[in-house]
């Protein structure tokens, strides 16, 4: 109630000084036009008039929205509504006033001088405007007056004092770099005084974005740093490439002041650079390839108003999968996880973020057949997410029967209830340590991945069966990522399993859009995999993640290489023996194309797997994954214990 008032109340008193400014821009231009001596006619007409003008502008200018407007936040979209209401109004004037003096005396504006109006037009643009941003002044450099401060503030007003606040320099002179000091200017809140911008274009130099000079280019900030006495960095460049990044991040860090990034517009939901968005520099906005966008409204087109189930839903990889499912609107999703606490936090976020969507989460085992079989007779998915797996390579050497249960027998029931609920498409999130395997995590894998493509070939299997194939993702549980970080706050040191080994990195956005796309392109059968440019070694990311926090490798932080783990091999590869690559209509995606299989032998062999996992007999799980799978070659460190001698043993 109190905020109606309020807003009631602002709005009769920007409506009353307008009648004002009116009836003042009127009298100023009879005033302009009579070289300030009104002859006594003309006084008579303009009281005569004055009600009309007033009440058809006020009608006017509230039809054009200039009474709903937040006046703190006066720009050039409100200056143009009040030059189109001003010209509107007069030409409204005008006609009303031709029309009555014709039908009085058959003679146009006998008792008004012409160019009264077009004066009148002039002054009204400009004292309401001026107004409007004398409100925007008031709030942006008096709001003390309320509290009695305006002594402090006109004076650091009129001194550009800034008491308490960082000085910041923007590195970018563009787009971003002007809605940042917009925003850090109007916030009070943040504690930052922008002190100018770095930019490498010659033609922006010398220049000054609202008073606020660019200072030079990039080779030359630690100059502008020593000069200006500045105290910390904000890269403003969304757009840069990989390689630009690099450059500016290497720059940043030699003037050791610290430093943080806006994130690219893809990042943020609605598109719109904000402060609270400013991060500090990740690892991501250093990858060696851009980072790749696929086809959002071909996706959307195919989620919108379907049924969509994820497993491992409460997953680093499962979760993100949920958030970009969400924002294709959905009919419903499934969130199907069987560990309590991410799944109750997955939930809180969807239902808060995206309220229009049905979500409903399912606490269960991809093992249980009777919860599998409720839950899809229950909400009858059209499209099934399947990412639910154990992925950590040691923990599943030490322990192979798990890795048999849950990444092969666990996918074997969730593709059984699939096509038996007649599912349209299913999508099964793989990964490259399936290619060539050298651990159980892989060859787990790479025998669900020859479950999925087995099943293009039943007869009266209506559901489209597709595979995702990608290397390591930023962020995921499991990454090294999480690793280095903590034992970069702990001090160190930074523990690097060899000094060759490489592997292919994206991001989660990268391989949830991969998962989606496949699900709008895949007929059926494919592996799909995404071009993840060259793989990176894990020994040159551990050093740049310690020059990125602050520290030299190798002199407040050791790297220590403490040799392979169970399973791990030096390279990381994304296509096997008897797969072809064939072109997309995305560039930057391709299908493996594979051999058909015998889903009658494989089953067969699976149910020997079976059979050794409920054992616990890992030496016999490896051998049945040799006859298998040709390409698996299982690996042995001499210095770690064999997996047999496990508890169970």
Known sequence: MKNKLFLYRNLVVVMVVDVLIFSVALYSAHLVRFDFNIPRYFQSS???????????????????????????????????????????????????????????????????????????????????????????????????????????????????????RKKLLIIGAGNCGEKIFREIKNNASLRYHVVGFIDDNPSKRGLKIHGIPVLGYLNEIESVIKRLKIQELLIAVPSASSADMRKIVEKCKKTGLAFKTIPGYGELIDGRVSINSIRDVAYRDLMRRETIHLEEDRIGAYLKNRRILVTGAGGSIGSELCRQISRFEPESIVLFERAESPLYEIELELKRLYPEIACYPVLGDILDDDLLRHTFKQFRPQAVFHAAAYKHVPMLEMQPWRAVENNIIGTSKVIAVAGEFMVERFVFVSTDKAVRPTNIMGT??????????????????????????????????????????????????????????TRYFMTIPEACQLILQAGVMGSGGEIFLLDMGTAIKIDDMARDLIRLSGFEPGVD?????????????????????????????????????????????????????????????????????????????????????????????
């Open 46 to 164: 303009f009281w005569r008039i004055l009600p009309v003008v007033i009440f058809l502008k006020i009608i006017l200018f509230y039809w054009f929205d200039l009474y709903r407007g937040m006046w703190r936040y006066t720009g050039l979209a409100d200056l143009f509504n009040i030059i189109k209401a001003a010209s509107l109004s007069s030409l409204t004037i005008i006609v009303v006033i031709l029309y009555s003096t014709r039908l009085k005396d058959g003679i146009g504006f006998q008792s008004f001088s012409r160019s009264v109006f077009i004066i009148d037009w002039c002054f009204t643009i400009f004292l309401v405007s001026i107004f409007r941003l004398a409100v925007r002044l008031y709030y942006d450099y008096f709001e003390d007056l309320q509290s009695g401060r305006l002594s402090l503030g006109v004076f650091n007003l009129l001194l550009k004092k800034e008491t308490g």
């Open 557 to 649: 932080i050791d790297i220590q290489y403490i040799g392979l783990r169970p399973g791990e091999k030096l390279y990381e590869e994304l296509i096997t023996d008897g797969e072809g690559i064939l072109p997309t209509q995305h560039k930057k995606i391709m299908i493996l194309s594979s051999e058909s299989c015998n889903l009658e032998a494989l089953s067969e062999q699976i149910g020997a797997l079976s059979t050794l996992a409920k054992k616990y007999d890992a030496e016999g799980i490896r051998s049945q994954f040799v006859k298998m799978i040709p390409e698996y070659h299982p690996t042995a460190n001499e210095d770690d214990q064999p997996p047999n001698t496990f508890l169970f043993k």
């Open 444 to 501: 787990s894998k790479r025998v669900a991945e020859l479950i999925v493509h087995c099943q293009k070939n039943q007869l009266n299997v209506t559901t489209k069966y597709m595979i995702v194939r990608f290397g390591n993702v930023f962020g995921s549980v499991g990454s090294v990522i999480p690793l280095f970080r903590k034992q970069i706050a702990q001090g160190g040191p930074v523990t690097v399993t060899h000094p060759e080994v």
